[in-house]
């Protein structure tokens, strides 16, 4: 499809899929929101755009609140794209260390480390069979669901779908009154990739007790080492159920990855903890930027 040149853009479209796809399979980013699906589902939320910039595929967004800014340039000349937008007081958005040390460390730059959107990245074969002691809270958990439930995990297909969207409902209704406004895009892009997810390439699973959907979680591979987990919701009434769905994603799914990224937890205290308390490998670190003087 047509992408106009910068200053113009249009809305990123499902027919982008083949170029984005092949753009990260040969950039094999670390950072989370570089897929496709990832970009696509929540498209609406940061309200993504595609523009040519200096003969360079550049993506531009819109923060939770409300900021503007760009990703980092994907093809073409890379520096003449980043100068021209940083000159015109953009903010560049998810940029890593690699990115970073290979080409702003010699421009006049202010670089900040955007905590609250670090990815957790973790060794997969951890969270598959949580070894050792430093797990064996999760371990309890699990076993205290196993031990008071029957339950299956399947592979998630078109016959669960109702089933997942009955459950994200009551995961809204529940955490939607406790939780910020970006909660509801989030179940917006849970929803969309639930109807989407074949023709967006994730796979998931689900756990089903007595026959009902309690738990789901969906995923695909980021890079060839890494997946990358994007949905997981379970009911908040089973205690147990989440870290079971979170070791099975990990046991059943990308199992020749070496690692897989958990994305970020926007500030969340709650999930701070929760992501912490799996002992990630690496915070994968993002940054924004903008010129030193604007």
Known sequence: MFIPRHPESRPLSIEDKPLLDGIFARLQPRISEFTFASLYLFRTAHAYRLSMVEEALVLFGRGYGGGHYFLPPLTGNVENALNRLLDEGLTLYGTDEGFVNRYLLDKRVEIVEDRDCFDYLYLRRDLAE?????????????????????YSIDIYGERHLQGCLDLLAEWLRVRGEIESSSIVFEAD??????????PLGLEGLVALVEGEVKAFVLGERLTREISVCHFEKADPFLDGIYQLIDREFNRLLFIDCTYV?????????????????????????????????K
């Open 189 to 198: 892009a849970a929803a969309e990739a639930l109807h989407m997810a074949v």
């Open 261 to 293: 990224n958990r994305e970020q937890d926007l500030g969340e205290m709650n999930l701070r903890e929760t992501k912490l308390s799996y002992h990630p490998l690496e915070l994968v670190k993002k940054f924004l930027v903008r010129r030193a003087d």
């Open 130 to 150: 949580l070894p050792g002691n430093r797990f064996h809270k999760k371990k309890n958990r699990i076993n205290y669901f196993v031990s008071r439930h029957q």
